[in-house]
């Protein structure tokens, strides 16, 4: 009886764990979220990047508010891809760009597939696939305007990347000059990644998987692609601009009573924050900074001991959910995303146990990345769902190593039983 039931569970997951069964629900999930987006008539939320697309394509100006001129505000990848689209499809804009998303969205799995497969994990990557689709949050995020939809597979394909120079699957100097490309495209989307991307690049040298002329390679063609950002911004705005200019904007704006649930951490009052609103439509960011600064040091001087309460509440916010939605217990907030972090989380710090035990490279990984990706918006503030969707999917990963390592077991111990 026990064989019998051996058998029949490995079948199954046989079944489940073939990649044309997996396309097939994922196909089945594209379909739904099309017409999802019909059903909704494709209404969107967007932000600084739509605004910045749209006035490049309308006007040729990369600029969030034509009055102020051109902006530095957000990385040019997203906006660039957003203002084609806009450009070539001046009365449907929306809805393709929303398509493209759905389109990334069902590659997104493809890639960690491909990349667990490189690592001779092709069954933990169908796992954390399906997990992918059936995530409530991803689901109906590329439904949003945001650049977490165009951030995750850039990244993802970087990963694929750097997985094949890592175990030296390549066939000539010619796949650094790609990877070169695709690190900067990447670093152009998302400031967020450059740190720990650095630290991967530098840890192919530390564990001896391409030498110092590699490195160089990558360290130089990276610079060029890079480059016209910067040459763009000191012809712009005459002066050195790396990334993007908000920094200020962001410690600000975490002291406003909208992003914080302790009244303690609201040094800053909602009137004080609407009034700077309206003067970003009309003051240059670079001014815009000096106030953001002016203002959230006045707010904080003698009140300095908030600052260690307001990171360690910006990282339950990241882990859990934004403060607008933390007291909303409506069936969607509670059951599609409060529930679901929580059993995830919990999954998780389970998953890293193991993974101390007995995988302590994938272990101090994990970690890195969770602080790559927690860190700064303890700094900021932590006001979007998108920030913990830029990386949630690796979590996914984590347990879906859990749970094969539980199936290995189980199946283990079954057979010894018998």
Not at 20 to 34: D, G, P, V
Not at 60 to 81: D, M, Q
Not at 244 to 263: A, E, G
Not at 270 to 281: G, I, L, V, Y
Request: proline share 3%; hydrophobic share 50%; glycine share 2%.
């Amino acid at each position: 009886m026990i064989e019998l039931q051996v058998k029949m569970l490995r079948k199954y997951l046989i079944n489940i764990l073939k990649i044309r069964t997996f396309l097939f629900f994922n196909i089945i999930i594209f379909i739904a979220k099309i017409i999802y987006s019909f059903y909704t008539n494709f209404t969107i939320n967007s932000f600084e990047d739509f605004s910045i697309a749209y006035n490049l394509a309308k006007y040729g100006i990369y600029s969030e508010f034509l009055e102020v001129g051109s902006t530095a505000y957000k990385l040019p990848i997203y906006p660039l891809f957003l203002s084609s689209i806009i450009y070539l499809f001046p009365k449907s804009y929306v809805e393709i760009i929303i398509l493209f998303q759905h389109l990334f969205y069902f590659f997104i799995p493809v890639l960690i597939i491909k990349i667990t497969k490189i690592f001779d994990a092709e069954k933990i990557g169908l796992i954390t696939a399906y997990l992918f689709i059936l995530s409530p949050a991803y689901f109906y995020y590329s439904n949003i305007i945001e650049v977490t939809n165009i951030f995750i597979p850039i990244l993802l394909i970087w990963i694929y990347f750097y997985s094949k120079i890592y175990k030296k699957i390549y066939n000539s100097n010619y796949y650094f000059i790609l990877f070169s490309l695709i690190t900067a495209i990447l670093f152009l989307t998302q400031v967020i990644i450059i740190p720990l991307a650095l630290f991967l690049i530098l840890f192919l040298i530390i564990s001896k998987k391409i030498v110092i002329k590699n490195l160089f390679l990558i360290a130089i063609l990276s610079s060029v692609f890079y480059s016209p950002w910067i040459i763009r911004n000191y012809f712009a705005f005459d002066r050195f601009i790396p990334t993007k200019t908000p920094v200020w904007q962001n410690i600000y704006l975490s002291y406003t009573p909208m992003v914080n649930l302790l009244d303690k951490v609201k040094v800053i009052s909602s009137e004080n924050e609407k009034k700077t609103f309206q003067m970003r439509k009309h003051i240059s960011e670079f001014e815009m900074e000096k106030m953001y600064k002016r203002e959230t040091l006045y707010a904080l001087k003698g009140k300095e001991e908030i600052i260690p309460l307001k990171m360690a509440q910006n990282i339950l916010l990241i882990w859990y959910v934004p403060s607008r939605y933390f007291y909303d217990n409506s069936f969607n907030i509670l059951f599609g995303r409060k529930i679901f972090l929580i059993f995830f989380n919990i999954l998780t710090i389970i998953s890293l146990y193991q993974l101390f035990k007995r995988n302590k490279k994938l272990f101090f990984l994990s970690i890195l990345v969770f602080i790559n990706f927690t860190f700064p918006y303890t700094i900021g503030h932590a006001a979007n769902t998108r920030f913990k969707l830029d990386f949630e999917w690796y979590q996914y990963f984590l347990v879906a190593c859990l749970f094969y390592n539980i199936y290995e077991k189980r199946i283990e111990t079954k057979k010894s039983e018998t």
